[in-house]
Structure formats: C-alpha cells, structure tokens
C-alpha cells in the first residue's frame, strides 16, 4: 500500500501578549526551520506517495549481459524428466542464471540423467505451499497458483546486478543471445512487461490480447518485479476464477497500470502439425523462444525432434540474430524467386513472385484446438496456401551445415526431395545452394526500426549449385524482379 506522509503543523490558538507572542512565534519558526533540514523529503504539509526506488548498481549502464537476466522455470516432477531436454539445449551453465521450479524434486531412481548431466542444467527449487489460495476454474490446475507464484520465489532469492527476470516453462526453448539483444532496447530501471500473445484468435480472445502467453515467455523488468511481489498474493486471492498463472500475473500486472510490450519473437506455438509454414517466414525481429514442442512435428525431415532441434542450434551458434530471418532475391536471367530463412530453409520458386505475398505465413500447420470446427480458426497473421501436391510446391532446400571464417560465414542447403515429382523449369537440376553472410550484430537503433536484408544471386559454374549473397540494401533498393 502507498504511504502518506503529513507534517504536523496544527498548532493550538494561543491568548499571549504582544512580546511574549513574538517570542513564541520566533521559536516556532526555528523549529520548522531544523525540521526542514533534518528531513526535506518529508516536510511537504499535503500527502505524498512513496515509490521504490530502482536498483542501483555500480554498472547500471553498461551494455545489458546473459549475466543480468534470470530464468525462471516453471516444470513439475512428472514433466521435468522428459523436457529437461529442450533446458539442456540452450542453457549455459557457466553463463546463466535462474532455477527449475518443481512441485517435489524427482527421486534419483526416476530421473534418467546422471548427476554430471545435472551440471548442464539450472538448479532445482521446490515450490513454497499454495494451499490457501483459492482456485475456482473448472476443470482447471491448481498448479497455475504455484506457477504465478514462481515470480515472487525468484525475485526473493535476492540475487544481486539482476535487470531483468524472465519466465518460461520447461518445453520453452529460449534462444538467450537474442533476448539479451532485445532487452537491451528497454531501460531496465523503468516498469517494463514484455512478451507476446497467441498465435490463435480464440485464445486471445479468450484470455486477453495484451497478456504474455507464459509457455512463449516473458520478461519483467527488476524494479517492476520487486513492486509485483509485494502485492501478488493478494491478487492470487481475488483472481481464483482465472485457468493460468500468466493470466494471474497479467491481472496484477493491470492492477499496477502496467500494459505489455509487445516483442514478436517470442512464440507461443498454439497451433500443431507442420510448423515449416510458420518458421519460414519469420517476423522481422530477432527468434526468442519456441513453446510447446511437444505438439508438432520435426522441424527438419527425418531427424527426431531433439535431432532437429540439434541441428537448427547449429545455425544459432553462429549467428543467433540471422535465425530464420527471411530474406528474398530474384534470379532475373532464369525468372526465380529465391527466399532464404536463414539457418532454416531455402525455397526456389518459378516465376516473379511479389514480396509482399512471401512474407504471409504458409498454412502447413493446424490450430492447436482439435475437434470438428478446427477448420473454423482464425490465425493471428496473414496466410497464404500451401499446395498440397508435393509437386506443386516450390523446390524446397533443408539447412545442411554452416561454416564460420574471417571472410564471413557460409550456410549449405540441401535438396528435399519429393516422392514421384518430375520437376520442371530452370530449378530441376539443382541440388544445393550455398549462402554467403557476415555476422549480423544490429545496434539498438536497428533493432529498434529494423530493414529486411537484401541477397543477390551469385555466378556458378555448376547447374546444379546455386550461389547467394546476403548484404544490407542500398538506400532507395527495391526488393522485387523489375526494380
């Protein structure tokens, strides 16, 4: 609660003399002098609301670090054994920290990985007791009181130089480099709530459209967390009717005045199937999290998908900010259209095709509700169809490996081949394309009004290879075949 301060100036009507009355007056006036010396921050006679101050440190501005962010991981004892997998993919324990939180921890004869595999993960909490908190949504977990709860448990652990805390759950995987990068446009002394909703209709609809879907992630600023803990309990108490933890913190959050800040690359994945639709058209901002993995199908063609997952970080070691950052290029001499999903895919189309239509999403995937009227959802993004006859479809080439060199680094794709499918055109005999890039390392000003890159189709002595150059456009460049 807000505290009010008053001073104490009321004073008591006095019969005195003319002398004796100055004298009064003299000392009176003295006191209140000292008094506003003493403590000048709380001499104002009218009320006034006392706020933390943010934290300080003695290197509040320099660059944001992984060393300044703090992962909370929302798991149970039951999911923790099979998803600590996707924890493993992108933790780094020399750099990172944050804690799994667990209803109980899992006993040793359960838990399949050894204690040297425990090292390359977070450290295990167990959750504080939610029992008196009310839950009322039917059907529902109570588990979401537990999880809402880990934002008060991590903030408390007091650890020091924190900016920023960020909240997952342990099917998220997190693609730090980029979140460092994002975070970094924000001014983490201030209250910042960032993260993005879903990718379906009816799920925000159902929720909110400014809530941060917790499986996609979230961030909160330090000193906006420190006021939340204060008064989440509370909140814990009124909003028992609500199904999920992120629906509890956002509701709080409201309570606050704090709206959310919307960041694109974080994905809450509400949809299942093929994501190959969804990943090679990437929004033009950095990757930060992939959720619900469990619910869709590899990435990469035969690879499981821890496999591919594997494979798609390979790409990521090299030049995180470029994942899956789309590109698009134009072979004029034999009329392709070439778009480039860095570290992803590469897809060869015949004919002239306008940018504006690639960077509307494929439809390869299915809404995350099943039942009859799944063909009944609306998507948050534009969509375009995705022939269902392989051999309709554009030549489609996988990441295959990347090289990393001072002259810059190069991105190797290999030819899917489709079953029973005669292909024709100028693409019928190419089987590779190599992709040449420099690192991409945006400042906070490209980050914050970012420009799609430009790529120009290379000489090749080789039919069957395809050469591709990534650099910035020129100023005035138009991405398009007649420009």
Same mark, same amino acid.
């Given at each position: 609660?807000?505290?009010?301060?008053?001073?104490?100036?009321?004073?008591?009507?006095?019969?005195?003399?003319?002398?004796?009355?100055?004298?009064?007056?003299?000392?009176?006036?003295?006191?209140?002098?000292?008094?506003?010396?003493?403590?000048?921050?709380?001499?104002?006679?009218?009320?006034?609301?006392?706020?933390?101050?943010?934290?300080?440190?003695?290197?509040?501005?320099?660059?944001?670090?992984?060393? +300044?962010?703090?992962?909370?991981?929302?798991?149970?004892?039951?999911?923790?054994?099979?998803?600590?997998?996707?924890?493993?993919?992108?933790?780094?324990?020399?750099?990172?920290?944050?804690?799994?939180?667990?209803?109980?921890?899992?006993?040793?004869?359960?838990?399949?990985?050894?204690?040297?595999?425990?090292?390359?993960?977070?450290?295990?909490?167990?959750?504080?007791?939610?029992?008196?908190?009310?839950?009322?949504?039917?059907?529902?977990?109570?588990?979401?009181?537990?999880?809402?709860?880990?934002?008060?448990?991590?903030?408390?652990?007091?650890?020091?130089?924190?900016?920023?805390?960020?909240?997952?759950?342990?099917?998220?995987?997190?693609?730090?480099?980029?979140?460092?990068?994002?975070?970094?446009?924000?001014?983490?002394?201030?209250?910042?709530?960032?993260?993005?909703?879903?990718?379906?209709?009816?799920?925000?609809?159902?929720?909110?459209?400014?809530?941060?879907?917790?499986?996609?992630?979230?961030?909160?600023?330090?000193?906006?967390?420190?006021?939340?803990?204060?008064?989440?309990?509370?909140?814990?108490?009124?909003?028992?009717?609500?199904?999920?933890?992120?629906?509890?913190?956002?509701?709080?959050?409201?309570?606050?005045?704090?709206?959310?800040?919307?960041?694109?690359?974080? +994905?809450?994945?509400?949809?299942?199937?093929?994501?190959?639709?969804? /990943?090679?058209?990437?929004?033009?901002?950095? /990757?930060?999290?992939?959720?619900?993995?469990?619910?869709?199908?590899?990435?990469?063609?035969?690879?499981?998908?821890?496999?591919?997952?594997?494979?798609?970080?390979?790409?990521?070691?090299?030049?995180?900010?470029?994942?899956?950052?789309?590109?698009?290029?134009?072979?004029?001499?034999?009329?392709?259209?070439?778009?480039?999903?860095?570290?992803?895919?590469?897809?060869?189309?015949?004919?002239?095709?306008?940018?504006?239509?690639?960077?509307?999403?494929?439809?390869?995937?299915?809404?995350?509700?099943?039942?009859?009227?799944?063909?009944?959802?609306?998507?948050?993004?534009?969509?375009?169809?995705?022939?269902?006859?392989?051999?309709?479809?554009?030549?489609?080439?996988?990441?295959?490996?990347?090289?990393?060199?001072?002259?810059?680094?190069?991105?190797?794709?290999?030819?899917?081949?489709?079953?029973?499918?005669?292909?024709?055109?100028?693409?019928?005999?190419?089987?590779?394309?190599?992709?040449?890039?420099?690192?991409?390392?945006?400042?906070?000003?490209?980050?914050?009004?970012?420009?799609?890159?430009?790529?120009?189709?290379?000489?090749?002595?080789?039919?069957?290879?395809?050469?591709?150059?990534?650099?910035?456009?020129?100023?005035?460049?138009?991405?398009?075949?007649?420009?």
């Amino acid at each position: 609660m807000p505290t009010y301060l008053n001073f104490p100036c009321k004073t008591k009507f006095l019969t005195l003399t003319s002398p004796r009355l100055k004298t009064f007056l003299l000392l009176l006036s003295s006191l209140c002098l000292l008094y506003f010396l003493v403590d000048y921050r709380n001499r104002i006679c009218t009320p006034v609301l006392i706020q933390d101050a943010p934290q300080h440190s003695s290197s509040s501005h320099s660059p944001t670090s992984i060393n +300044h962010l703090v992962f909370g991981i929302a798991a149970s004892s039951k999911s923790w054994l099979k998803r600590q997998q996707y924890v493993r993919l992108w933790w780094k324990p020399q750099g990172m920290r944050g804690y799994v939180f667990l209803d109980r921890i899992p006993h040793k004869a359960d838990n399949a990985s050894s204690d040297s595999d425990s090292d390359s993960l977070p450290p295990l909490l167990v959750s504080g007791d939610t029992s008196r908190f009310p839950y009322t949504f039917k059907s529902g977990l109570r588990s979401a009181i537990r999880v809402a709860r880990i934002v008060s448990e991590i903030v408390n652990q007091n650890l020091s130089d924190v900016r920023w805390f960020v909240f997952g759950d342990d099917d998220t995987v997190f693609f730090a480099d980029n979140l460092v990068k994002t975070l970094s446009k924000y001014d983490h002394n201030r209250w910042f709530y960032v993260g993005s909703n879903s990718e379906i209709f009816e799920q925000n609809f159902k929720n909110s459209f400014d809530m941060a879907f917790g499986g996609g992630g979230f961030a909160i600023s330090y000193p906006l967390a420190r006021v939340l803990v204060r008064v989440l309990d509370s909140c814990l108490m009124r909003y028992s009717h609500l199904y999920g933890s992120d629906a509890r913190v956002f509701s709080c959050l409201v309570e606050l005045g704090v709206g959310l800040t919307h960041e694109p690359g974080f +994905h809450q994945i509400d949809i299942r199937g093929d994501l190959f639709g969804f /990943l090679s058209a990437h929004p033009l901002t950095p /990757l930060l999290s992939l959720h619900h993995l469990d619910a869709i199908k590899p990435i990469f063609p035969n690879l499981s998908q821890m496999q591919a997952l594997e494979h798609l970080f390979k790409a990521v070691e090299v030049d995180p900010t470029r994942i899956l950052q789309q590109t698009v290029c134009y072979d004029r001499s034999n009329s392709r259209t070439v778009s480039v999903s860095w570290g992803y895919t590469v897809q060869v189309f015949e004919g002239n095709h306008y940018l504006p239509d690639l960077i509307s999403l494929q439809r390869t995937f299915m809404p995350w509700q099943r039942g009859r009227n799944i063909n009944s959802s609306h998507f948050m993004f534009n969509m375009r169809d995705f022939a269902r006859d392989p051999c309709k479809r554009p030549s489609i080439f996988f990441f295959e490996s990347v090289l990393s060199g001072s002259n810059g680094i190069q991105s190797n794709y290999r030819r899917h081949v489709f079953e029973n499918c005669m292909e024709m055109g100028a693409s019928k005999y190419l089987q590779q394309i190599r992709v040449q890039s420099q690192r991409l390392d945006p400042d906070i000003g490209e980050l914050q009004a970012p420009r799609r890159y430009c790529c120009d189709i290379l000489p090749s002595s080789f039919d069957k290879v395809m050469d591709i150059g990534i650099r910035q456009c020129i100023d005035g460049e138009l991405i398009s075949m007649h420009s």
